[in-house]
């Protein structure tokens, strides 16, 4: 068939392996038609992804890496041709012709990893990232507003809950959409914005969408959501997904009543929440601001798992179970969905997804060997450089972000990476060199690479419990934690803030909130989750996130962080922020101190503490009383100390007292 006529078949008939007589009834059927309209139509007549209206030609050249595998290439733009999602090739004036003003984005083209000898093609739709004189108008990407394209996205953490509730026995297996992109095809309207220039000065019309194109994710997503959703409402589940790669869980019939009547308790918290969109991302759940915890899932369960054992001949083993991949490939068959088989992972008790070994037996997650061995060599390729571009910052960063979702702590590693991102930002291209903090970081990094500890349990979620537990410091005093009745407290010793120039009051915060962490830890009843509250933002908020911008706060954080890590079992600590004037610990970091009877047990410092931090209940030291003499202490601090001072004597005298009289009793009773 001739391009022109091709072209003009297109525009009637848009290319896509879904069926959209079997949405249509599919999504009916489910009750899912208000939510996913424009799906139907879209299958019909192509989908309108905010592409702007083209004015005039505009064709930037391609990157010089076209030209160096130049056969890999045209291999790909034959392939686009026979399956039909590109038209041409055309000249430019006969393009110009039949669909007016046309703009294309550059080219590029890299091998895929892992020595295959396949290539991929990038397409850059946000060329040029500013208008100038040789190409006047902007980019594609630029004229669009993705939050109008949201979808849901399977986190590691809704992963992680899902996992954490099922039942025992459960099973997951994983499956990729083949070309998900290719599958959506554009309506005409979007097609001036899309073209391909070949190698040859020749041009293709691309039909369908595209990597690179800002609405993409969104667009791709928010069909893919509907096919999740159709799957849920046939009883197959639960199964998430991130982008095209889907994870399906199943859950032995023995157990799906009781899985159900879990569904069905959340249902009625996700129903009252309804559904929430965070920028391009939809999800169901509730926020709980007060804490920084997210309970989060990308449906709502409202449907239930249902048995469908009988609907197919199946083994034994798969007879143990609700559902199986028969019952996906006969769905799938249905709506067109078309599954990549070199990538599909069978119903197992352990899977690979999101880069990440999810080990559904044993309730742990861990980084893949592949990732492992792959972060190791950027690590070591970044030791061979003495200088960096913010690239090269940026790779590195997102990997080792990427791990911190299996070893939480990490994130407090990665801080000086941050800075550096900052410093290499202001000027991309300019080689940078990382100072020793950021070589410390990467031997951490590398240390925990190498003993396979990047490894997390996986842990069902717990009550959070409020023991009324708090605390507070002030720069003057010292520091107070109260949990309950009982209560410590520690004097700060004049001149920490000047121990290297980087400890302030945000410091002696996250320190008491590090010495309340030992202590409640210890507590023999404690739950594995438990509340914490503190009149700091930074330190509560920050620990939301288990990183903190302040060095030295930093520090505190990883020593937290390497210490519940270090207990025999789950132990999550969750912040929240309480106003100076409610926090009974206020009093305690100003001197007030509450009877010793109440006291909590003492507390082993750090080592890195024993320089800065005495014990409230200690007598003063020969420093802290030449400090007090010299005038170092603030007057109202000083006035606190002085009254603590003489009630310490007071104390004092009056045991001395008690001793001398115990003294004399017991005299006089042995000479009688």
Known sequence: ??????????????????????????????????????????????????????????????????????????????????????????????????????QTSPLSIIPKPGGTGKFRIIQNFSYPHAPNASFPSSSINSAIETNRFPSTWGKFSIIYQIIANLPPGSEAATRDVAEAYRTVPLHPSQWPASMIQTSDAQFCVDTCLAFGA??????????????????????????????DDYIFFRVRLEFLDQYNEYRKNWNQTFALEGMHQTGGRLWFGQMCTDTGELKESSENRSKPLQNLSESSARSDHDK??????????????????????????????????????????NRSVSLNQAKVDKYLLAIHKWRKRRAHVLQDVQELYRKLLHACKAVPRGRAYLTNLE???????????????????????????????QSGGINRPIYPTVKLEDRSAFSDAS???????IVGSRWRAWRLIPGWKTHNGKCDIGWAEAVAFELLIYTIAAIPDISSRVLLQGDNTGV?????KQRHRNQEVNRVFRRVSEFTHSLPGPFDVVTSYVASADNPADGLSRGIYGPTKLLLPPVKL??????????????????????LRNGSYSAPAAKLINRELVRQQAMARARADREEEDSIISRTLSEG
Not at 8 to 34: I, S
Not at 59 to 72: H, M, W
Not at 606 to 627: G, H, K, Y
Request: proline content about 8%; glycine content about 8%.
């Open 419 to 449: 800075v550096m991102l900052s410093l290499c930002g202001k000027k991309p291209f300019l080689p940078h060199r990382a100072g020793d903090r950021v070589a410390e970081d990467l031997d951490w990094w590398s240390a925990l690479l």
């Open 606 to 627: 750090p080592a890195e503490l024993d320089a800065f931090l005495i014990d409230a209940t200690e007598p003063f030291s020969p420093t802290e009383l030449r400090l």
């Open 540 to 544: 509560v908020e920050g620990w939301w």
């Open 214 to 243: 800002a609405p993409s994710a969104g667009v791709y997503g928010h069909i893919a959501d509907a096919g999740a959703e159709i799957f849920r409402h046939n009883g197959i589940g639960p199964l998430d997904k991130w982008v």
């Open 320 to 361: 143990l179970f609700g559902c199986s991949l028969e019952d996906i490939d006969r769905l799938s068959e249905v709506l067109g969905i078309i599954w990549e088989p070199l990538k599909d992972q069978p119903f197992q008790p352990s899977t690979v997804h999101l880069g990440f070994f999810w080990d559904i037996k």
């Open 475 to 481: 720069s003057g005093i010292g520091i107070g934690i």
């Open 1 to 102: 068939m001739a391009p022109r006529d091709a072209l003009e078949l297109r525009k009637q008939t848009p290319l896509t392996p879904y069926k959209v007589d079997a949405w249509k009834r599919e999504l009916e059927r489910a009750g899912l038609m208000d939510r996913f309209a424009k799906i139907p139509e879209g299958l019909i007549l192509g989908f309108k992804i905010d592409f702007p209206s083209i004015r005039t030609v505009q064709v930037p050249p391609n990157r010089d890496s076209i030209t160096e595998y130049a056969s890999g290439f045209d291999d790909i733009i034959q392939k686009e041709l026979r399956k039909g999602r590109y038209i041409g090739p055309f000249s430019a004036k006969t393009l110009e012709d039949l669909i007016g003003p046309y």
